[in-house]
């Protein structure tokens, strides 16, 4: 299946449409609700005579006049972002769908930040969420960004919150649940951190997000009387303590190159061989 020349789409590699609502075209058309369904109509006709399977049309927030009327052309929801809605339709009669759903988790991280030097683990108390106003002392979490990996995002979250800047060394452990904000499975990985060489162990807090934050012993961090024995955060807490001993090596995160012709790197947990 060829793309028509100028044509305000591309052909994905499962023989799917992705409209590029950037094109000239698709901005012509995208002028009134009328003109967009008299062009979307077309459109739909071309593709299913072409064998054309999957349809992805991106509408941005500008252009959400629009769709009503993709909607009523057979288009529904995938997913949404702050400036566009992506929507879907598929064009064969004959055949199940395969158009994949959306992203069905949000990651987390958690970082247990060790200062080798005084024997000490970073810890804070947050001033919004589940974790606060419950005297709870914790590592430093959040969720990962888009296109973020997870050593950055680790990294990025304790300096946010606590102005520390650390190294990222290995991942401890990884907790799969079924919690997450609307419906959402929840990934959260806990990475041990080291102080970077040469920082400043000085606490700057994040106001807006933290309440409190210290250097605390381990003994007080393995001995939080907010984690349940047996708990998946007390089996996590005490693989941070054995890791910040060198009892555990726990998985490292190696770049390499991505291979199968295509360019860039890409992070690959490994545990270590022994």
């Known amino acids: ?125 947050e001033r919004r969420g589940p974790a606060s106003g419950r005297d709870l002392w914790k590592m430093p979490t959040g969720l990962l960004e888009a296109g973020e990996d997870i050593p950055d995002a680790a990294v990025r979250e304790v300096l946010e919150e606590t102005g520390i800047e650390t190294t990222f060394d290995a991942v401890v452990g990884c907790r799969h649940g079924h919690f997450g904000l609307f419906g959402k499975s929840d990934l959260f990985f806990c990475v041990g951190l080291r102080v970077k060489d040469g920082a400043s162990r000085e606490i700057k807090i994040q106001e807006t997000e933290i309440e409190r934050a210290k250097w605390a012993s381990v003994d007080e961090f393995l001995n939080n009387p907010n984690i349940e024995p047996g708990s998946h955060a007390h089996a996590l807490h005490e693989r941070c303590v054995r890791w910040s001993v060198g009892d555990y090596a726990g998985i490292v995160g190696k770049k390499l190159p991505l291979g199968f012709g295509r360019s860039g790197d890409v992070y690959t947990y490994v545990t270590t061989e022994t």
């Open 1 to 125: 299946m060829a793309t028509a020349t100028n044509a305000p789409w591309t052909i994905d590699r499962y023989g799917g449409i992705i409209v590029d609502n950037a094109h000239d075209a698709f901005v012509r058309a995208a002028r009134t609700p009328e003109a967009f369904d008299a062009t979307l109509g077309g459109w739909l006709a071309t593709w299913r005579a072409s064998g054309a399977r999957g349809v992805w049309l991106k509408l941005a927030l500008d252009d959400a006049r629009l769709v009503p009327v993709a909607k009523e052309r057979g288009f529904e929801f995938h997913h949404a972002e702050r400036t566009y809605v992506m929507m879907t339709t598929w064009l064969p009669s004959d055949e199940a769908s395969t158009i994949p759903n959306n992203a069905s988790h949000q990651v987390g991280v958690g970082a247990f930040v060790y200062d080798g030097e005084n024997e000490k683990v970073l810890l804070v108390q």
